[in-house]
Nanobody
Framework: EVQLVESGGGLVQPGGSLRLSCAASGFTFGSYTMSWVRQAPGKEREVVAT????????NYADSVEGRFTISRDNAKNTVYLQMNSLKPEDTGVYYC????????WGKGTLVTVSA
């Protein structure tokens, strides 16, 4: 079965850090670009970070540049999102995504940044 399973979300104070993980199964993980996408309450989904399959190059939304780091471990079929200096506006559901015309989505993990 093709699936993505996120973990690592939770409640954190502003300025804190979280590390999200996404375990992939059912497809050749190392052959695909992977992304993290978030949806804040009342807002549309936003791609926050992407990592390529070929050379591991990364791209970030302006809103998280310099604070978030996406990485992958192809041996473990896992993609990560290290989130530092978290702000209340980072609150939302974070989805792991394999983009493209045969896109795959995880069910998401909730991140709440609040004092």
């Amino acid at each position: 079965e093709v699936q993505l399973v996120e973990s690592g979300g939770g409640l954190v104070q502003p300025g804190g850090s979280l590390r999200l993980s996404c375990a992939a199964s059912g497809f050749t993980f190392g052959s695909y670009t992977m992304s993290w996408v978030r949806q804040a309450p009342g807002k549309e989904r936003e791609v926050v970070a992407t990592i390529s399959s070929s050379d591991g190059s990364t791209n970030y939304a302006d809103s998280v540049e310099g604070r978030f780091t996406i990485s992958r471990d192809n041996a473990k079929n896992t993609v990560y999102l290290q989130m530092n200096s978290l702000k209340p506006e980072d609150t939302g559901v974070y989805y792991c995504n394999r983009p493209g015309w045969l896109a795959i989505w995880g069910k998401g993990t909730l991140v709440t940044v609040s004092a």
